[in-house]
Nanobody
Framework: QVQLVESGGGLVQAGGSLRLSCAASGSIFSISKMGWYRQAPGKQRELVGRLTTDGGTYYADSVKGRFTISRDNAKNTVYLQMNSLKPEDTAVYVC??????????????WGQGTQVTVSS
């Protein structure tokens, strides 16, 4: 199976920056999707950003211009660079990676989540 290990969360003041990492390990044949979600207390999980299949990126309106998602194919790692952080960005951030273990078997894995807290 595929395991995802996240890192980079923490406490930061408003206007600060954090960089989240999510490394996928296991017998991965290919990766077709990588993305980040977040869930704040009392709210539903929302998509923050993802890498599209055509090599592009998608961002939620609330983070456009402030967050950047990228990947390192050699390391099977996806990153989320978060700049100009706001208190409303406070949430548990979870990565999602999907692809194939073999040409027959697909996988869709979720990270354990990392807490991001932005103080005002």
């Amino acid at each position: 199976q595929v395991q995802l290990v996240e890192s980079g969360g923490g406490l930061v003041q408003a206007g600060g920056s954090l960089r989240l990492s999510c490394a996928a390990s296991g017998s991965i044949f290919s990766i077709s999707k990588m993305g980040w979600y977040r869930q704040a207390p009392g709210k539903q999980r929302e998509l923050v950003g993802r890498l599209t299949t055509d090599g592009g990126t998608y961002y939620a309106d609330s983070v456009k211009g402030r967050f950047t998602i990228s990947r390192d194919n050699a390391k099977n790692t996806v990153y989320l660079q978060m700049n100009s952080l706001k208190p409303e960005d406070t949430a548990v951030y979870v990565c999602n990676v999907g692809g194939r273990l073999t040409w027959q078997r697909a996988f869709d894995s979720w990270g354990q989540g990392t807490q991001v807290t932005v103080s005002s």
